[in-house]
C-alpha cells in the first residue's frame, strides 16, 4: 500500500476521472477537465481538475485550481474538503479505500437541464436586432473612447429590449447592446445585453441605462466568447467586451475575444491552431485568479501565454484617461517583439471613422 501521501497522490492521479465521478459528483467532465464549483463539491463550473498529465510537475494530472477562490491543490485535497475530514489519517485512510475499490465503467454524464434562456433563444434575440451603425450603441461606445469598431459584427442594437429586475416585477423595455457569444466554430450559443440610457451618457453610469443589472447574460456560455476577428495562431483574450475593443483600437489586426467574466475566461476554449495567447487582465483579484487559471491551461495545451496589464483598473479605463496613442505605446512594450512589429505595421491598414 502507498505509504505517503505523494504516492497516494500519484496513485489517484492514475484514475483521476474516477476519483472526480466519485467525490465531486456534482461536476461533469468537459474535454480534458473535470468542472465543478468547488472542492466541496458544489455545483458550479469555476474549479477546474486536469484529468491527464504528467505524474508530477506543470500540467500533472489531479491537480486543480479554482478561478473563484484561487484555491488549488491535489486529489487528496479533494477527498479531506469533499468528505470534510480534519486529520490527514482520515484522508488517507479514505484515499486507501477508495483505490482498493473496483473500477466501474465511466458512465456518461447526464444531460444538462436545459435552462428557459437557452441558446435558441439567445440567436432570436441577435436575430430580432439591428446592426450598430447610427445607432445609440455606437454613440455609447464612443462615449467610452471607442470610436473606431473594426470587425463589429457580433455587436448588434436593440431599441427595445426587455428587462425585468427581478420575478416579481413588472417587464420593462430599455435600447440595449447585444453580443453574440460563440463557438470556435462560430456557432451562436449565447447573448449579452447591456441595457442603455436612451438619454446619453452619464458620468456615472458611463451610459448605461438606471437600472439595478445593466448587464445579463443567456444561453451556453462557458467555454465561449464575444469575438471580435477571425481566429489566427496569434489572440487576445479578456473579460469586458468595452476592455477588448479597447484593446481593439490599439491593435485593430489582432484577433480578440471577450469571455464576459473572470470565471468565464479562466474557462475559455482555445483554438487549436492557437500558438501565442495574450491574456488581457482586470487589475483586482478577480483578474489574477483568471490569468492564473488559464495561462495553466493555455501552456499545458502548448501554448505560450504573455500577460498585457493595464495602469489603470481595465484598457477601457486606461483609453479614456491617456488616450489612444498612449495605449498603444503601453502595449507595443508587452509585446512579443514580433508580435510588436507583425500587429503595429498593420495600423496603416485600418482607417478609423
Same mark, same amino acid.
Given at each position: 500500500? #502507498?505509504?505517503?501521501?505523494?504516492?497516494?497522490?500519484? @496513485?489517484?492521479?492514475?484514475?483521476?476521472?474516477?476519483?472526480? @465521478?466519485?467525490?465531486?459528483?456534482?461536476?461533469?467532465?468537459?474535454g480534458r477537465y473535470w468542472t465543478v464549483g468547488d472542492v466541496r463539491n458544489t455545483p458550479g463550473r469555476s474549479m477546474f481538475v486536469r484529468l491527464?498529465?504528467?505524474?508530477?510537475?506543470?500540467?500533472?494530472?489531479?491537480?486543480?485550481?479554482?478561478?473563484?477562490?484561487?484555491?488549488?491543490?491535489?486529489?487528496?485535497?479533494?477527498?479531506?474538503?469533499?468528505?470534510?475530514?480534519?486529520?490527514?489519517?482520515?484522508?488517507?485512510?479514505?484515499?486507501?479505500?477508495?483505490?482498493?475499490?473496483?473500477?466501474?465503467?465511466?458512465?456518461?454524464? #447526464?444531460?444538462? &437541464?436545459?435552462?428557459?434562456?437557452?441558446?435558441?433563444? /439567445?440567436?432570436?434575440?441577435?436575430?430580432?436586432?439591428?446592426?450598430?451603425?447610427?445607432? !445609440?450603441?455606437?454613440?455609447?461606445?464612443?462615449?467610452?473612447?471607442?470610436?473606431?469598431?473594426?470587425?463589429?459584427?457580433?455587436?448588434?442594437?436593440?431599441?427595445?429590449?426587455?428587462?425585468?429586475?427581478?420575478?416579481?416585477?413588472?417587464?420593462?423595455?430599455?435600447?440595449?447592446?447585444?453580443?453574440? &457569444?460563440?463557438?470556435?466554430?462560430?456557432?451562436?450559443?449565447?447573448?449579452?445585453?447591456?441595457?442603455?440610457?436612451?438619454?446619453?451618457?452619464?458620468?456615472? @453610469?458611463?451610459?448605461?441605462? #438606471?437600472?439595478?443589472?445593466?448587464?445579463?447574460?443567456?444561453?451556453?456560455?462557458?467555454?465561449?466568447?464575444?469575438?471580435?476577428?477571425?481566429?489566427?495562431?496569434?489572440?487576445?483574450?479578456?473579460?469586458?467586451?468595452?476592455?477588448?475593443?479597447?484593446?481593439?483600437?490599439?491593435?485593430?489586426?489582432?484577433?480578440?475575444?471577450?469571455?464576459?467574466?473572470?470565471?468565464?475566461?479562466?474557462?475559455?476554449?482555445?483554438?487549436?491552431?492557437?500558438?501565442?495567447?495574450?491574456?488581457?487582465?482586470?487589475?483586482?483579484?478577480?483578474?489574477?485568479?483568471?490569468?492564473?487559471?488559464?495561462?495553466?491551461? /493555455?501552456?499545458?495545451?502548448?501554448?505560450?501565454?504573455?500577460?498585457?496589464?493595464?495602469?489603470?483598473?481595465?484598457?477601457?479605463?486606461?483609453?479614456?484617461?491617456?488616450?489612444?496613442?498612449?495605449?498603444?505605446?503601453?502595449?507595443?512594450?508587452?509585446?512579443?517583439?514580433?508580435?510588436?512589429? !507583425?500587429?503595429?505595421?498593420?495600423?496603416?491598414?485600418?482607417?478609423?471613422?
Amino acid at each position: 500500500m #502507498p505509504r505517503d501521501a505523494s504516492e497516494l497522490a500519484r @496513485r489517484l492521479a492514475r484514475d483521476a476521472e474516477a476519483v472526480c @465521478r466519485h467525490y465531486l459528483s456534482n461536476g461533469r467532465r468537459q474535454g480534458r477537465y473535470w468542472t465543478v464549483g468547488d472542492v466541496r463539491n458544489t455545483p458550479g463550473r469555476s474549479m477546474f481538475v486536469r484529468l491527464s498529465g504528467p505524474e508530477s510537475g506543470p500540467g500533472a494530472a489531479g491537480r486543480w485550481t479554482d478561478a473563484a477562490s484561487a484555491e488549488y491543490g491535489d486529489l487528496l485535497d479533494v477527498i479531506r474538503e469533499s468528505c470534510g475530514f480534519i486529520d490527514f489519517r482520515d484522508v488517507a485512510k479514505e484515499a486507501r479505500r477508495f483505490l482498493s475499490l473496483p473500477r466501474a465503467e465511466p458512465h456518461r454524464s #447526464p444531460s444538462p &437541464v436545459r435552462i428557459p434562456r437557452s441558446p435558441e433563444a /439567445a440567436r432570436r434575440l441577435f436575430a430580432m436586432s439591428q446592426p450598430i451603425r447610427r445607432t !445609440l450603441v455606437e454613440t455609447y461606445l464612443r462615449n467610452r473612447g471607442i470610436k473606431a469598431i473594426h470587425d463589429a459584427g457580433a455587436l448588434r442594437f436593440h431599441p427595445c429590449c426587455y428587462y425585468r429586475p427581478d420575478k416579481h416585477s413588472p417587464t420593462e423595455t430599455w435600447p440595449a447592446m447585444i453580443a453574440a &457569444v460563440t463557438d470556435l466554430d462560430g456557432r451562436i450559443t449565447g447573448a449579452h445585453r447591456t441595457w442603455l440610457d436612451p438619454n446619453g451618457f452619464d458620468v456615472v @453610469r458611463l451610459g448605461k441605462a #438606471p437600472i439595478d443589472t445593466q448587464r445579463k447574460a443567456m444561453g451556453d456560455l462557458l467555454g465561449h466568447a464575444v469575438r471580435f476577428g477571425a481566429p489566427c495562431e496569434v489572440m487576445a483574450a479578456g473579460e469586458g467586451i468595452e476592455t477588448m475593443l479597447s484593446l481593439r483600437c490599439a491593435l485593430p489586426a489582432m484577433p480578440m475575444a471577450a469571455a464576459l467574466s473572470a470565471n468565464h475566461l479562466a474557462a475559455l476554449l482555445l483554438p487549436q491552431a492557437l500558438r501565442r495567447l495574450y491574456i488581457a487582465r482586470d487589475a483586482d483579484a478577480a483578474g489574477d485568479m483568471a490569468l492564473a487559471a488559464l495561462t495553466e491551461r /493555455a501552456e499545458a495545451a502548448g501554448i505560450e501565454t504573455l500577460a498585457l496589464s493595464p495602469q489603470r483598473g481595465d484598457f477601457n479605463e486606461d483609453l479614456r484617461a491617456f488616450g489612444l496613442g498612449a495605449l498603444r505605446a503601453a502595449l507595443r512594450i508587452q509585446l512579443a517583439p514580433q508580435d510588436g512589429v !507583425l500587429f503595429y505595421r498593420r495600423l496603416s491598414a485600418f482607417h478609423p471613422t
